[in-house]
T-cell receptor, first 114, second 118 residues
């Protein structure tokens, strides 16, 4: 069955430190992969997406993610975290395409220490 | 691009009452999706439309739930005889599907409707 795993429920980093959020997926075909961010009480904002081509994708707010087919992973990174990055981050896979249903992970809650 | 709009933002109701939520997608988007998100979880797919046609429904969508998109623009999600377990954030998203392409347009989400059942 198709699934997305985010193994870290909660991560705390210091402001200015680097960040990596892990995401593993289980999907039989070529995946359409996404990272979304959600602030409290808000909807989801798209950070970046991978459909094909270059496996290192750049997104908004200085985030990037790398698709590794051999590891079934799509980890999100940022070299220097800002306090405003504190939020919940969701990895998702497009089931049969980006415009079909999305399957989400359970999310990683990021806290940023001053 | 005014974004996806959902109303109301919050709804508090008593168990057993009916509720209806509205979603207005981005104007040029022909696909519209509903998801449900409970505390501490990621969104779960409920259903989606292409224009006015409902293309897929999740098993999560019980008989008490009905979604419509009568003119292919806005959509409504109705829950009849609400239960405690219906308390959640209901998220709407939209995207542009281009026939013959690899359907690689991302989904854009609204801010959701938070439903609380007393």
């Amino acid at each position: 069955a198709q699934s997305v795993t985010q193994p870290d429920i909660h991560i705390t980093v210091s402001e200015g430190a680097s960040l990596e959020l892990r995401c593993n997926y289980s999907y039989g075909a070529t995946p359409y992969l996404f990272w979304y961010v959600q602030s409290p009480g808000q909807g989801l904002q798209l950070l970046l997406k991978y459909f094909s081509g270059d496996t290192l994708v750049q997104g908004i707010k200085g985030f990037e993610a790398e698709f590794k087919r051999s590891q079934s992973s799509f980890n999100l990174r940022k070299p220097s975290v800002h306090w405003s990055d504190a939020a919940e981050y969701f990895c998702a896979v497009g089931y049969g395409g980006a415009t079909n249903k999305l399957i989400f992970g359970t999310g990683t809650l990021l806290a940023v220490q001053p | 691009d005014t974004g996806v709009s959902q109303n109301p933002r919050h709804k508090i109701t008593k168990r057993g009452q009916n509720v209806t939520f509205r979603c207005d997608p981005i104007s040029e988007h022909n696909r519209l999706y509903w998801y449900r998100q409970t505390l501490g979880q990621g969104p779960e797919f409920l259903t989606y439309f292409q224009n006015e046609a409902q293309l897929e429904k999740s098993r999560l969508l019980s008989d008490r739930f009905s979604a419509e998109r009568p003119k292919g623009s806005f959509s409504t999600l109705e829950i009849q005889r609400t239960e405690q377990g219906d308390s959640a954030m209901y998220l709407c998203a939209s995207s542009l599907y281009l026939p013959g392409s690899h359907s690689n347009q991302p989904q854009h989400f609204g801010d959701g409707t938070r439903l609380s059942i007393l």
